[in-house]
């Protein structure tokens, strides 16, 4: 039995006809009221969470780059010794649409290269590098 309840603002504007930026906060209180529990936390579940995105479509090249960033706050990685973690973590993505339906673009997730966990407890992959193509029909 889990009791959980939060809230969460968020906010999503376009500055200009090539930008647009997005923020949100999240507060999540979880937790496990069993009776058979190892713990009152909850594994991944982090109490405060904040997330900024901006998106910028570059003029000449008409390609959109974006830049996502992550804050989480007390984040329960081990829920049998109540272990908290914080994490920031960016991600950064080059995408082109073309008129034709391709797409193209690279990812570089986690671009500091930050540790930290994410799902049971699992270690992240560190940086990663993505390519991207995409035909839509």
Do not use: C, W
Not at 73 to 83: F, G, S
């Amino acid at each position: 039995q889990v009791e959980i309840y939060g809230t969460e603002i968020s906010s999503d504007t376009k500055i200009s006809e090539r930008l647009n930026l997005g923020l949100s906060y999240v507060y999540t209180r979880a937790r496990n009221t069993s009776e058979k529990r190892k713990s009152d936390l909850i594994e991944d579940v982090p109490e405060h969470q904040a997330i900024a995105k901006i998106s910028y479509l570059i003029p000449g090249i008409e390609t959109t780059l974006n830049v996502n960033g992550s804050l989480k706050i007390d984040n329960v990685i081990d829920d049998r010794d109540e272990t908290l973690e914080d994490s920031f973590v960016i991600d950064v993505s080059l995408l082109k649409t073309f008129t034709s339906g391709l797409t193209l673009g690279g990812y570089v997730s986690n671009l500091l290269d930050e540790d930290y966990y994410e799902g049971n407890g699992m270690a992240s992959n560190g940086i990663n590098f993505k390519v991207l193509a995409r035909y839509e029909f």
